[in-house]
């Protein structure tokens, strides 16, 4: 074999193999993007007792059948240390050394209790969720929008994304709407 031919063999081969790296390099944004994630949320807002049933006392039992569940979607524990649930008046509790586990569901009560790993106590005298109409927000620990639940007359503008998950806000995730009876005035 000449020189020259293996000097074109090399420059042949060293093309062969640019163009193949350039080919491989175009083909994965595509093939990353075919694995993206859904567009929803890891721990969402699974259900919202915010009309406790039974006459609002105030007492212990009333203001735990006052709720919230999260929910975490991922097989994967979840840490929730720091994290936020927030009504729109303000009222907010925070999550302190609390791991989710995947695939399961925790119930924030709005009264007084014992924290165990399914049920977890905002340790509050007063109803925090109002029964006309209320947003529940979850933010992360660094303060970012996780998820949130309207009713009322924010049913479905929480954060204005419109939930685009088909979750819908009437469907049986533990909603009661504002057509129950409930005429009281609490706030």
Do not use: C
Not at 21 to 35: I, R, T, Y
Request: no cysteine; charged share 30%; net charge positive.
């Amino acid at each position: 074999m000449s020189t020259s031919a293996s000097v074109t063999a090399r420059r042949l081969t060293a093309a062969a193999l640019t163009a193949g790296a350039l080919v491989g390099a175009m083909a994965l944004p595509a093939s990353a993007s075919d694995h993206a994630r859904p567009d929803r949320p890891e721990v969402r807002i699974s259900a919202v007792q915010y009309d406790a049933p039974g006459r609002d006392d105030r007492s212990r039992s009333s203001l735990n059948r006052e709720w919230v569940e999260l929910t975490n979607t991922t097989r994967h524990t979840i840490n929730l240390d720091g994290w936020t649930l927030k009504n729109e008046d303000g009222r907010t509790y925070t999550f302190h050394h609390y791991r989710l586990e995947g695939r399961s569901t925790v119930r924030v009560h709005t009264g007084e209790g014992r924290d165990t790993r399914r049920d977890l106590f905002q340790d509050r005298n007063k109803e925090v969720w109002d029964n006309r109409s209320d947003t529940a927000t979850l933010r992360n620990d660094r303060g970012r929008f996780v998820d949130d639940e309207s009713w009322g007359r924010h049913r479905g503008h929480g954060d204005n994304r419109g939930h685009g998950d088909n979750r819908g806000h009437g469907d049986n995730r533990g909603h009661h709407g504002d057509n129950r009876g409930h005429g009281d005035n609490r706030h």
